[in-house]
């Protein structure tokens, strides 16, 4: 076969040379026939080896002892509900398998024991390879070569020949994981035998493989070569659709489109539903060297132009697909891939056997499944930036910790947000001091507050451990007794606190001079809206009364005309041209005083607030872990580019790197996704650009300060954008893929790849080459202010986590406990199989409410994949949104009638079972026209959520071949993936008396009903998944149940509420 390939790639050469393809033409039926009866031959004589293989492969399995319902089941399930939430709790009846396909004899046992309840089973021989599935042994044949026993009415863990390879979460089925067939007919494609693609141009050329069980679509045109392209792809035959489009440079977000024409711009995954109930189709664009595609249609480009023109009835189905570079000088009239196109009957299987075929297929990043954990994922975790934004400080950062332990909920990771590093903007120096200054008497009086507050806290908690100290006989008792209160002196800020408690600095010459002067105004963490701007710019008391007066006109000219125009309207034209030629340099020095968006890195190090010549940045970090001794890991953050606006072109300690700057191209779809991009900070002043030879050092500069300071990882922001620099660089991709290689490797030099947070990344540029590092955020972020926007995150980081998850642990961003969407977003992470960690401002907390997410040690029970929508969710836009201008051919002013109430139900595993969560999460999306969060909906419509069993995908029925009866087993992948992780904390439930007590509880009611299950034999079902049981178990009302597969649990739910079950 290689033979016949090395003839085929020079024949293919030789003809381009010769500039004919004819000879190609006729001798490439020919070719592929013979291919087709070597590889029949081939795989006869494989089918053959494997066979006699298979012959020695046997599972031994006998009966002994009863084993006992294990507590620590009950009591990790129960610690992870939240206030308001229906727990529902199902022991081992079946299930899904993990991410392993390996496991170890012992795995295998615990697993096999969980699951016969009274068998307690051996394992005499075990073939690591194969992955275990659960198959009801009464009135089933045993193929040949498998000894099972223990027992009539018993399920055994069998290793089978066909299950090789299943996914972890398949219902189980043929080997490749229910692959259905995706072949070209033509200029079709048929998806099992059913039509999918319709009418595809000559410019496309399908490609299939042993290694794929999909077809990779490319381009072959023989016109000029281009740096941009857009194919008409054809008419996609299926309605329900699944689209993620990125909504800014940085983040991507799902919407649901009516048919193919309204799927958006810049569409980087596609879910089609062939017919109802599957095959399902997954659309992969691809990168392919300097070339990124996307997915949209007609419909979907319009609707979000000045005046949408009508989609005509016959173009309501074609589908679209944009191929470009980024650079002009970059082009290609060959592409060999820009699309790649799978099938199956099992969705997520489907999507799961995508992403690693293409990861095989292009090399560049690799899957979630083959990497190793984020260590902060099973840990509780802060984070400054919503505490503090930029404004952080060392004082405030001890202050949230402490505040932390002591409400019972220790952070085990901190992330030191933005606002650490050494900046300079692009203003004047004099401009500059001034604002320095400003800041400098802002954190006077955050000290003096800080002081006074310390030290009545301090003073109590020194009485306190003095008086212990006293009252302790042994010796030993007292030395640790007075360690302890100078311990706890030690949180006062030194050098900050006088005799009375005022701060040392107070009636200093530098505070007297400033003292009248207002806070100074940082706009960080705020969205930049012309009614901000105005604002901001009215308290600049150096602003002379005409330019406060321009100033005001042109921001709420920018507020009704710009802020939510149509891209293509005159005035936001209009709005462009000014700012790059007349309001250039008032809105740098804006951006200068009031943001950090125009700042520059200046030094590797950190800035005054966190060094001095005295006490270097190590300083405070060793404080931090003498301190709080469960805080175990320490992240820094920092920007891509270094930060916001690059690299100081003026600094020294930055000159060897040799910065220059650089301005971006954004590309045209980037330009109508995001107009703002055109007068952005960086638009206006430039970026201060690394050279590309220079990457490497550059991030081995930072990391390598960060780790001889004693820090643990980094926090990598704003990489979306690194592709708009693609002009002159080879293309956004080629360049985009250059620096992330560069950022991995120091990564992984200075900390080990899993200690790496990648956020306002959701280009594929950036998730297509992410070889290493293991977690990404996959939403925008939580936007503490921004009302509209609580419930859309929800969805976002679930639909989001149908793609991304699959290469990257799921980040859902921290969230604020003490908030009015703080229960709504606390569910989410306790189903999300993501790591939870809040932004809270000191003094600010519901620790009610974390304490049900998190243990009294600071680890967090997290389910084991990232949180996904049920597959009947999947088609339905949770939301309710309509968006008036999202049908093209209705008249733009008439708006669509919001969509039928519907829940958004998210399921997961844990290493025991599963996990369904219901939200109700109308009222509030994206409008991908007007660019903001919305609320269309106030007074929000309930919904009702029907809870089954077929939401989880292994127990669900499904039309593909052989797949009836035959389940994965969720204990044994589950386990063997837990196990891996020895650092896990097991907590001691002697430590929480009363989570010990309702354990107990929980566990002597539901035993009986779990023993009743494990022995009906109808509970076990002869082979159909339809007769299966589980044991419903409800945290509100306390009720058990049996439930089969044709019962439900019916859910109302209000405004932002939500019902969790764990199965």
Known sequence: RVVLLLVKSVTTRTCRSAGTMAPLRWAAPLFFSFLRSTRLLLMLGFLCSSTALFAHSKLDV???????????????????????????????????????????????????????????????TFQPRLRPVAVPVAGWKQPAGLTVSGGADATA????????????????????????????VGNTIKVDGVTLLENMPSTLRAAASSDLTGVVLGLLDDGPAKAQWDIKLGHLTSKNLLSCARIKRWWMAPQWPDSPSEVPIETQFLVAEVVAGGPYVVMLPLIEGSFRSTLYGTAGREAIQTSPRAVPKADETLLSMRVESGDKSVVASAIPSTLYIAAGYDVYETVERAFKEVSAHLGTFKTRASKPEPPLLRRFGWCTWDAFYSDVEPVGVARGLEELAEGGTPARFLILDDGWQMTASHGAAAREAKKERLKE????????????????????????????????????EQERAKEAAHKVKDALPHGEEGEEGECANAGSPEEDEYCDVGDPINTSGTTLTGDVVGQVQSTNTDTPAVIKWLSDKAAKFY??????????????????????????????????????????????????????????????????????????????????????????????????????????????????????VQWDPVMLGGLGAI???????????????????????????????????????????????????????????????????????????????????????????FYPRDTPSHTYHIAAVAF???????????D??????????????????????????????????????????????????????????????????????????ASTSAPPNVAKPPADPTALKIWNTNRFGYVVAAFNLRGSAWDRRRRSYQTFEEEVSPVTAKITIGDIPAWAPTPAPGSAGVAGVAAAAQFESHFRHTDEVVVDSAADPAAAASAAELTHTLEPQLRRARRTSEGFGADSVAERVVVAYSHVSGDVKLMRASDEISVELGTRDYEISVE
């Open 441 to 476: 008497v802002l954190r006077l009086r955050e000290a003096k507050k800080a002081a006074v507050a310390v030290k009545s806290k301090v003073a109590e908690k020194a009485k306190v451990a003095a008086n212990f100290a006293f009252s302790c006989s042994k010796v030993a």
């Open 800 to 810: 989001n986590s149908v793609f991304m998850g699959e290469i990257v642990n799921a």
């Open 812 to 885: 859902w961003d921290m969230f604020n406990s003490k908030h009015d969407a703080a229960g709504i977003h606390a569910a989410a992470r306790a189903v999300g199989g993501c790591a939870v960690y809040t932004s809270d401002k000191p003094g600010e907390h519901d620790f009610d409410l974390l304490r049900r997410l998190v243990f009294p040690d600071g680890s967090v029970p997290v389910a084991l994949r990232p949180g996904r929508p049920t597959a009947d969710c999947l088609f339905k836009d949770p939301t309710g949104y309509a968006d008036p201008l």
């Open 559 to 676: 507020s009704n005309h710009v802020e939510h125009a149509a891209p293509d309207k005159w005035t936001v034209r209009l709005w462009a041209f000014l700012c790059m030629y007349v309001l250039k340099g008032p809105f740098l020095e804006f951006y200068d005083t009031f943001t950090d968006f125009s700042k520059r890195l200046t030094s590797f190090e950190a800035n005054s607030k966190f060094q001095t010549a005295e006490k270097p940045f190590s300083s405070f970090v060793s404080d931090l872990r003498h301190r709080f001794a469960t805080l175990d890991l320490i992240y820094a953050w920092h920007a891509m580019p270094g930060y916001w606006a690059g690299v100081s072109l003026d600094s020294t300690d930055t000159a060897a790197l040799n910065p220059r700057p650089h301005l971006p191209t954004p590309t045209q779809f980037v330009k109508e996704m995001e107009p703002g």
């Open 691 to 781: 050279p590309n030879d220079k990457a490497s050092d550059f991030y081995q500069g930072i990391h390598r300060y960060l780790r001889e300071s004693g820090l643990d990882g980094v926090k990598v922001d704003a990489q979306g954008a690194m592709g708009t620099f693609g002009e002159g660089n080879g293309g956004g991709p080629e360049l985009v893929r250059h620096f992330t290689s560069a950022m991995e490797g120091s990564v992984s030099d200075n900390f080990g790849a899993s200690h790496c947070i990648n956020c306002m990344c959701h280009s594929t540029e950036n998730m297509y080459n992410y070889k290493l590092t293991t977690m990404a955020r996959v939403s925008d972020d």
């Open 62 to 124: 006998t009966s002994r002892t009863a084993s006992k319902f294990v507590p620590g089941v009950v009591q990790r399930q129960r610690s992870a509900s939240v206030a308001g939430s229906s727990f529902i709790g199902a022991q081992g009846i079946g299930g899904g398998g993990g991410d392993s396909g390996g496991f170890s004899a012992g795995v295998v046992k615990d697993s096999l024991r969980m699951i016969l309840g009274d068998t307690d089973v051996s394992v005499s």
């Open 157 to 184: 863990t069998i290793a089978t020949e066909s299950n090789i390879g299943t996914s972890a979460d398949s219902s189980g089925g043929p080997a490749g994981g229910g692959a259905v067939e995706v072949e070209v």
